[in-house]
């Protein structure tokens, strides 16, 4: 069964600061991974997705992720951060097989930016 | 073009009651997936529906049911509540099944409170 694991269920940083929130998966097929934001009282946005193109994938708001096979990870970075940056972000896999594209989630990483 | 609409935004209901939500999907989107997300989780998959067919179902009681009507929106059912099924209840659209060249697109979500 296909999993994604955040390591760290909140994070600070400084305005300005590199953000980095982790996502390790677990999958025996080759997976498709996502990250999505929530914003307090709203729905689910999509960051950035990695399909096997590219190792490094780039997203909206200066956001990007690296793919790396050998560590399992799927970390997100963002080199400098903004405070409307402050929200939750989910890492997700793409189910392997059966007759859905239904995502599995981990859960969760509350982002805080400090002034 | 109009995103993924959900109503009611928020509902109260009472143990044992019955709830039904609404989900328009985005215009041209085939396919609607339901997905619980409780306070402090990542959302958990309930059903997807796909050209009006039931395509995956995930590990929730017969309580809960859906169907997808010939506009491609889409009812989600639940009997009898439980305090349990507090939650945010959210809506995604996509155009297909595909699991990576297809993005899946969320509501803003309906708030349920069992009292």
Redesign the interface.
Known sequence: AQSVTQLGSHVSVSEGALVLLRCNYSSSVPP?LFW?VQYP??????LL?Y??AATLVKGINGFEAEFKKSETSFHLTKPSAHMSDAAEY?C?V???G???????????TLLAVQP | DAGVTQSPTHLIKTRGQHVTLRCSPISGHKSVSWYQQVLGQGPQFIFQYYEKEERGRGNFPDRFSARQFPNYSSELNVNALLLGDSALYLCASSKSLSRGNTEAFFGQGTRLTVV
Do not use: P, R, W
């Open positions: 498709y999505y009282n709203q729905g689910l946005q999509l997705k399909t096997s989910f997700a793409s189910e392997e059966g007759a859905t594209n239904k995502l599995i989630f981990g859960t969760g």
